[in-house]
C-alpha cells in the first residue's frame, strides 16, 4: 500500500511563513506529478501548486509570488514553502501524487489525510 502524509501545519500570524512537507512511503516504483490543494468548509478542493517529476511547476494565480513547491525524488517527497501568509490561506491542505506500484501500471491518484493551516492573528 501507498501512504502519503503531510506534516508542518499549524497557526501563525498573517505575514509569516510555514513549509509544509509530504512523505510518500509503501510500495512504489515510480511518482509522477506530485501537488498540493486546499480545502475550506463549503468549497472545493482547489490546486495549489504543482510539480512535475522533472520539476516543471503551476502555481494557482492566488499564491504567485508568494508559494513554493519543490520537491526531492530522492527522498520521495514534495514540499510547500508558504511565504505572506494571509488570512484567506487558511485551510486544510492536502498532498496528492501520482504514483504507480509496478512497471505494467499507470498511476494512480493518492491523497494525504491533510493538515490545518492557520492564518490568524
Known amino acids: 500500500q501507498v501512504q502519503l502524509v503531510e506534516s508542518g501545519g499549524g497557526l501563525v500570524q498573517p505575514g509569516g511563513s510555514l513549509r509544509l512537507s509530504c512523505a510518500a512511503s509503501?510500495?512504489?516504483?515510480?511518482?509522477?506529478?506530485m501537488g498540493w490543494y486546499r480545502q475550506t468548509p463549503g468549497k472545493r478542493r482547489e490546486l495549489v501548486a504543482a510539480i512535475t517529476s522533472v520539476h516543471g511547476t503551476n502555481y494557482a494565480d492566488s499564491v504567485k509570488g508568494r508559494f513554493t513547491i519543490s520537491r526531492d525524488n530522492a527522498k520521495n517527497t514534495v514540499y510547500l514553502q508558504m511565504n505572506s501568509l494571509r488570512p484567506e490561506d487558511t485551510a486544510v491542505y492536502y498532498c496528492?501524487?501520482?504514483?504507480?506500484?509496478?512497471?505494467?501500471?499507470?498511476?494512480?491518484?493518492?491523497w494525504g489525510k491533510g493538515t490545518l493551516v492557520t492564518v490568524s492573528s
Open positions: 509503501g510500495s512504489i516504483f515510480r511518482i509522477g506529478a
Open positions: 496528492n501524487a501520482d504514483i504507480a506500484t509496478s512497471r505494467l501500471e499507470h498511476g494512480m491518484d493518492y
